[in-house]
T-cell receptor, first 111, second 116 residues
Framework: SQQGEEDPQALSIQEGENATMNCSYKTSINNLQWYRQNSGRGLVHLILIRSNEREKHSGRLRVTLDTSKKSSSLLITASRAADTASYFCATDAVAGNKLVFGAGTILRVKS | EAQVTQNPRYLITVTGKKLTVTCSQNMNHEYMSWYRQDPGLGLRQIYYSMNVEVTDKGDVPEGYKVSRKEKRNFPLILESPSPNQTSLYFC???????????????FGQGTRLTVV
């Protein structure tokens, strides 16, 4: 079964608004990563947060991690039409040699 | 430019006709992996390789083979494709070490395979 589950499955907002996506996972992790995928294209890495970190920022992106709740959130501030994409969280389980992806959140930013 | 290159980008084939999807990276990464992406299921790992001549099964390896004879290349082989292997395939590479994926993965642009 999948390690990560994103919520919501789809999100539609107006340009300039903030977008928040959530990810829950099942087992202990070393790291959690967020990726973006434009329609039908390859995934692009956004940010990595380690299990001993609680919050991380990169430009308009803010990621939080709560290991006690096994959850993470990705906040995109002041969204733009170009942010329209699918967003995936990926976790690496302790003692695992792989990233496990959730089903993703489809974000649509309307201009 | 750092990149992962997959070929072909699109492929339509018939059931049972052997095919190979190539993957090459120019970043000297040890770790390479293949995923398939299906609607509602996210990305699922097919096979991965920790280094040359070191490969192992992922979550959905049935019907696939891989080889890692050179560090830069990691081809995916479908010996006898079936319609349930119709999917979008991605190759990825990273510098991650053993037992932890602690660096970003670089993905190819994908190969859309249709098996009729």
């Amino acid at each position: 079964s999948q390690q990560g589950e994103e919520d919501p499955q789809a999100l539609s907002i107006q340009e300039g608004e903030n977008a928040t996506m959530n990810c829950s996972y099942k087992t202990s992790i070393n790291n959690l990563q967020w990726y973006r995928q434009n329609s039908g294209r390859g995934l692009v890495h956004l940010i990595l947060i380690r299990s001993n970190e609680r919050e991380k920022h990169s430009g308009r992106l803010r990621v939080t991690l709560d290991t006690s709740k096994k959850s993470s959130s990705l906040l995109i501030t002041a969204s733009r039409a170009a942010d329209t994409a699918s967003y995936f969280c990926a976790t690496d389980a302790v003692a695992g040699n792989k990233l496990v992806f959730g089903a993703g959140t489809i974000l649509r930013v309307k201009s | 430019e750092a990149q992962v290159t997959q070929n072909p980008r699109y492929l339509i084939t018939v059931t049972g006709k052997k095919l190979t999807v190539t993957c090459s990276q120019n970043m000297n990464h040890e770790y390479m992996s293949w995923y398939r992406q299906d609607p509602g299921l996210g990305l699922r790992q097919i096979y991965y390789s920790m280094n040359v001549e070191v490969t192992d099964k992922g979550d959905v390896p049935e019907g696939y083979k891989v080889s890692r004879k050179e560090k830069r290349n990691f081809p995916l082989i479908l010996e006898s494709p079936s319609p349930n292997q119709t999917s979008l395939y991605f190759c990825a590479s990273s510098t991650s070490g053993w037992y932890t994926m602690n660096t970003e993965a670089f993905f190819g642009q994908g190969t859309r395979l249709t098996v009729v």
